[in-house]
């Protein structure tokens, strides 16, 4: 099986089809499933613009929301995560993953899925130590802070990638392969030949061990702004071992009929952009998408934008309380008490899990932002995917060193696959084409790289 494995594409979605094709017409190679590591960017309008952490110049809108309104369709399954440049009003409507177009699926804060017997995991966002012990409790309309801060990577993510089965757990007969979203880096699409199930159907399906893994964290979600510690096995936790057992995941087996196949319900919850009708003013509102809905419905989970409604609706009765309270006693503190319990003095300060990145890019005065859509007249950083040449080896990533990274990897922000076939020893990782002294793969990249050249005005990656 052929898969085109792309960096940020930026909402150019145009240009990356485009480039599909192109290696089609001149290489004869054409990917049954395409992967994107972050920076996706699903603009469906000009309220999703708002609430894109980057300075107003590269606000564009770009071509993706011709994919969301129907006017066109991918040409290949695409599966992608968020990374820290997105429209996360957008993809917030659905944590635990779900269609933001036909034909283009979105992992979720972290997600687990098939496609022809090949495990596909990724976990959206970068790392920022100040948020990760903290749970779920951004929404639109964002502030200075919760606009970045949506984005950052939360512990209760990573722990559920960790009840997953690992490499030395696997049967014998599974290869692993990990990717993040820092290799490939930006501007980058390779295509890599993997090994699958030739008997398997060409449908995206659920991951039946990560929906019992789902099942079984469920009472651990978070949506305040309150750290909390994973549980772990040091004294303080009844229990701290939460993988599942075979019998769960036949239970959700069971459930499912084993039928796997992930339903194509997507749904329209956003006004589309229209190039004729400009609407600069749209303001972002907070969206229970029925995706999620059905979801949890099924699965008896929890829908974590429905809970954090109930939470700010229980916070504002209680703040015009607590006024009223003052007003009558005007002795009191004209200080209204956190609705978050924000003592950590019980917590760890340490975080056996945290990776130290760089501090994020200066603060930009959202108020004042301008919101520019203009996709006939596109900005630099929207050049098309363009120098077609041959990978190196030394862009080969071995199962080993994959795996030697992984633990690591999954905090920062990534995508990994598990291929339950052949022995790793019995048949290594093949590359599409190659030459007589050893090279091969397709390796296609373009020139990005105007968004990233303030790095005071722009995040980190």
Known sequence: MKVAVAGCCHGALDKMYETLELLQRRHNVRPDLLLCCGDFQAVRNEADLRCMAVPAKYRHMQTFYRYYSGEKKAPVLTVFIGGNHEASNHLQELPYGGWVAPNIYYLGYAGVVRFRGVRIGGISGIFKSHDYRKGHFECPPYNQQTIRSAYHVRNIEVFKLKQTKSKEELPKATKFLALDKCLPHRDFLQIIDIEHDPTAGDSLEYDAE????????????????????????????????????????????????????????????AACYDPNKPQKHMEPVHTINPQTTEFCAQFGLTDINDRIQQAKEEGSVRGEYEEEEEEMDSSGSAEEPS?????????????????????????????????????????????SFSDIRIMPDSMAVSSDDAMDSTNED??????????????????????????????????????????????DEDETK
């Open 210 to 269: 990560w929906i019992a893994v789902l099942k079984a964290t469920n009472s651990l979600i978070n949506v305040t702004q309150s750290s909390w510690n994973v549980p772990e096995n040091n004294g303080l936790h009844a229990k701290w071992d939460y993988s599942v057992t075979e019998e769960a995941i036949k239970e959700v087996l069971e459930e499912l009929n084993h039928n796997l196949k992930i339903p194509c319900n997507f749904t329209l919850t």
């Open 410 to 455: 999954l905090e920062k922000s990534g995508v990994s696959k598990q291929v339950e076939e052949k022995s790793l020893n019995e048949r290594p990782l093949k590359r599409v084409g190659g030459s007589e002294n050893g090279n091969s793969g397709i390796k296609i990249k373009r020139r990005n790289q105007a968004i990233y050249a303030a790095e």
């Open 339 to 383: 609705e978050y319990n924000t003592d950590n003095s019980g917590l760890s300060s340490i975080n056996p899990d945290e990776i130290m990145l760089d501090d994020e890019g200066g603060e930009e005065d959202l108020s004042t932002c301008s919101v520019d859509p203009s996709p006939d007249h596109p900005p630099e950083f929207s050049a």
